[in-house]
């Protein structure tokens, strides 16, 4: 069965500097999609990024980049220049096939001022 | 782009009441929708996956006949709760996806349940 782990419950950052999110899943597929949501107080989940798994570009969203380590089965978020508004639950995704996604547990960010 | 709206966002009812929840794509036509629950502090559980003129998929554990799930049109997906009792208290979040077959899911705000 697949399954996504996000090992960091919480994470804070400075703000202006860059935090990573870290993301693991695991799947037997070959060919699979991944996203990054985040979900404000308000509790609209808001896309942040996506990366298709044939892809060995990372892919990249202003601020936001992705470290897809295939083999690894690995896909963190970067988040350059953090900002005040970036402070959200951020939850990977994963999705093969059907529009099933898998969501991990979630990772707190908090920036500083 | 694409929007979902979700109505309503919080909604209070008394134990054994039913509470429906409606899932509109506004600006597209979505021939699948996806019903999640999440909990506080936790992620998001899918529950069923509604198609646009046939019965709804379940996730396993999920009963079919406390969550009805209507997708009548291909702009409208309902969530019935039946017979709410305070452990269905959640919040219900559903998803759709443009019909044309764009690779993301697009969210609603969200509905708060809360049963007395």
């Known amino acids: 069965a697949q399954t996504v782990t996000q090992s960091q419950p919480e994470m804070s950052v400075q703000e202006a500097e860059t935090v990573t999110l870290s993301c693991t899943y695991d799947?037997?597929?070959?060919?699979?999609?991944l996203f990054w949501y985040k979900q404000p107080p308000s509790r609209q989940m808001i896309l942040v990024i996506r990366?298709?798994?044939?892809?060995?570009q990372n892919a990249t969203e202003n601020r936001f980049s992705v470290n897809f380590q295939k083999a690894a089965k690995s896909f963190s978020l970067k988040i350059s220049d953090s900002q005040l508004g970036d402070a959200a639950m951020y939850f990977c995704?994963?999705?093969?096939?059907?529009?099933?996604?898998?969501f991990g547990t979630g990772t707190r960010l908090k920036v500083l001022a | 782009g694409a929007v979902v709206s979700q109505h309503p966002s919080w909604v209070i009812c008394k134990s054994g009441t039913s509470v429906k929840i409606e899932c509109r794509s506004l600006?597209?036509?979505?021939?699948?929708m996806f019903w999640y629950r999440q909990f506080p502090k936790q992620s998001l559980m899918l529950m069923a996956t509604?198609?646009?003129?046939?019965?709804?998929?379940?996730e396993q554990g999920v009963e079919k006949d406390k969550f009805l799930i209507n997708h009548a049109s291909l702009t409208l997906s309902t969530l019935t709760v039946t017979s709410a009792h305070p452990e269905d208290s959640s919040f219900y979040i559903c998803?759709?996806?443009?019909?044309?077959?764009?690779?993301?899911?697009?969210f609603g705000a969200g509905s708060r349940l809360t049963v007395l």
């Open positions: 998803s759709a996806r443009v019909s044309s077959g764009a690779n993301v899911l697009t």
């Open positions: 995704a994963y999705r093969a096939g059907t529009y099933k996604y898998i």
């Open positions: 799947t037997s597929e070959s060919d699979y999609y």
């Open positions: 509604s198609n646009e003129g046939s019965k709804a998929t379940y």
């Open positions: 990366q298709e798994a044939y892809k060995q």
């Open positions: 600006d597209f036509q979505a021939t699948t």
